[in-house]
């Protein structure tokens, strides 16, 4: 793994929204960064490729043990949604993507640092952008990314097994990451031959004659991706509503992906697979043996909340957004700091797409010190062997 | 693998639409839950109907966290079930950005 610097495309604003990607400049600083590329050769694709599919079974493996043992109280779930979960687990268990954050030095293992197993973004710019990038840029290359491809082939491999209506309703928060994170998995589904309608999850609506979800034209809605994350959604007014029996295998993702999105589940594989090379030790509550930590409270996303010690000084930490329902316990995990590939620019962690049950390619993201948030950049590899 | 050689043979229809429609300011109109005062709240309170609050459609921010201008009506897209309605709305996506 390399990183090389190189003169941005002088229309690269436009080049990059031409693919749709709109918010390609956060606050002034650019999200979307090519004035940088990442290479990767075949050790290093090999490595990340066999680490995630390694983590993805321990996931699964994991998730079918606590579900069928019952062993779910540390995750903090609402006990009606955890029961639901329990019960929604026998049915189809069918499911989409996620997104593995992966610590990799170029040199030994990737690490785990968080499984974004339910509502993972940051997609178009790793299954389109960076690869119009690449054609652009170097015509010709190879890079580590066939996410489309699998998208469409996921979508089609749901659809054959009958548990995908004619049509599927995608709903998303009102913003525009969000909007057009799920219009390009609208538009594989389309590859896929499936019709689909979109819809604002604040606009969902609840029929109390039919019992049932409907979409802003009254119509049922069979089944529905939702980019909104379980632990919020379990807490809101419909919530309840979401558990029913008739309507809780609506849903992609499906309710057990509630126990990989949750950052429970670090300790948990640590516990059952204590010394595994794609592991960091970790902890809940307390560091325990380590000196050098991430804390990271059990329901963060893109990076709030977080803090990292090193030799018993803290050398970052993010506030906590405020973000989301009340009623969330406020638990922390320990994590041991991984080993992650610096330069002068700062700290890049990978990551790592699962569609299916298959790694399928990676999008690096970089930040200027040790915690990645949503407006650390988006840096474009290549695969150089 | 040989990643290059999959032909990508990407088409985008939803991405190009929304994404145009943002670069062009259309993506959707603003809505925001406030106060009697137009002090802006946090949309739950509106989704909820605690007293005085309610969405104001199209409005823009002032200094104060306050919006001003915009519209009661929601236009197109009403979020209340018509009279004799059975649906109601709201009750999911008090929050904001969803994805991680």
Redesign the interface.
Known sequence: MRRFDIPPRPDWPAKVEKWGLTYHTLGGQPYWYESAYYTLDDTDVERIENATNELHRLCLETVDDLIRTRQIAEFGIPEAAATAMIEDYKGPKGHLYGRFDLAYDGESEPKLLEYNADTPTALLEAAVVQWQWSQDRFPGSDQFNSIWEALVARWQALSADGTLPGKIHFAHSDSDEDLLTVSLLRDTATSAGLRSDGLLMSDIGWNSDRNTFVDAAEAPIRKLFKLYPWEWLVREDFGEKALLPDMRSIWIEPMWKMLLSNKALLPILWQRYPGHPNLLPAYFDEPGDLTDFVRKPLFSREGDGITVVVEGVTQEETPEAEMGPAGFEPRFVYQAVAPLYWTVAGAAVIGSWVVGDESCGVGIREADGWITTDTSRFVPHLIQP | ????E?K????????????SL??TGC??QR?DCVDQLGNRRP??EC??GTAGSRFIYGGSPIGGGRISGGSYDPGT?S?A?GVGS???????????????
């Open positions: 693998m040989v990643f290059s999959m990508k043979e990407i088409q985008l229809v939803y991405v190009i639409a929304f994404s943002i670069l993506a959707g809505r949309d739950i989704n909820r897209g979020r079930g059975s649906t109601s709305r709201g009750g999911f996506g008090s929050f904001g950005g969803g994805g991680s």
